[in-house]
């Protein structure tokens, strides 16, 4: 083995063990080279959504993982594994706002190249559903096993206080895709208009109802329902 840490050691294509281990070659190949551009922004484009697809890949690969921890009834290692996944969303949101930068008219030159592309064909979007619906089954096992209404975990989160942050956390990884997608609508809003359609003709006011839709719609309505118990349990205190 060479004693110079500037050679690299590891196997692949790359001057060094950084550009190898990390694929840059591979990965800065990703995006349409300056003679393929239609439009400077293309390049702004892609990197958004590569970037959002790399997130998300990491945010379901993570959210997986917390439901088979919950599987298994593992509450904590679950909780820091949808932390990151939470994170990985609000980055994903963040960076809508470089799509600002590019004004409504000169976004039309990169539209005529992107066929019938459209976002609801982002394996990262579809898998964030999927892992969605395990993770919110696993939830509804443990709830089942420890014997609890979700509405009775929320009355008495103290002496849960595992379970009750994982309901908060779930709750709040719904809230980072409510509010990715309105943020999503109001960039859609902002380039194409409202009263237009998408590349696959979906209108944009579609859009704007999706907005209303929850994934886990059970973590919203027990806060309606914990209104209602307080104010019954407020008018006949229990004695
Ligand atoms: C200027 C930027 C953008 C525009 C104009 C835009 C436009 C649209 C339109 C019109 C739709 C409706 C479907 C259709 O195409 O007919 C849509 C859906 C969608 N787009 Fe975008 N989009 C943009 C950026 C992004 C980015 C960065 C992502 C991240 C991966 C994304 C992900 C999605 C997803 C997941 C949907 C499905 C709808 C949903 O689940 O709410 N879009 N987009």
Redesign the pocket.
């Known amino acids: 083995m060479s004693d110079d840490l500037h050679e690299p050691v590891l196997p692949g294509p790359g001057a060094s063990d950084y550009e190898r281990y990390l694929r840059t070659d591979e990965l800065l190949a990703l995006q349409k080279p300056d003679e393929e551009r239609v439009h400077h922004d293309e390049l702004l484009?892609q990197t958004?959504?590569q970037a959002?697809?790399l997130w998300?890949k990491l945010a379901g690969t993570e959210v997986d993982e917390a439901a088979a921890e919950l599987e298994r009834d593992q509450i904590a290692p679950a909780l820091r594994l949808l932390r990151r996944a939470t994170l990985c969303l609000q980055y994903?949101t963040a960076q809508?706002d470089m799509?600002n930068h590019?004004s409504p008219w000169e976004?039309h030159q990169i539209r005529v190249v992107l066929g019938h592309g459209?976002?609801?064909d982002?394996p990262?979007?579809r898998r964030v559903a999927r892992v969605t619906q395990r993770v919110a089954k696993a939830f509804d096992g443990v709830l089942a096993r420890a014997g609890l209404e979700l509405s009775e975990l929320y009355r008495r989160g103290r002496e849960f206080e595992d379970l009750y942050q994982l309901a908060e956390l779930l709750t709040e990884w719904d809230e980072r895709i409510w509010v990715w997608?309105f943020r999503?609508y109001t960039?859609?809003a902002r380039?194409?208009g409202e009263e237009t359609?998408?590349?696959?003709?979906?209108p944009?006011q579609v859009?704007g109802k999706?907005i209303a839709q929850r994934r886990i719609p059970r973590l919203w309505d027990v806060r309606s329902r914990l209104v209602e118990l307080f104010e019954a349990e407020r008018a006949a205190p229990p004695a």
Request: hydrophobic fraction near 55%.
């Open positions: 484009f958004v959504h959002s697809e998300l994903v809508l799509l590019m976004y459209s976002g609801f982002s990262g979007f997608r999503h960039i859609v380039a194409l359609v998408g590349t696959q003709g979906t944009i859009l999706l």
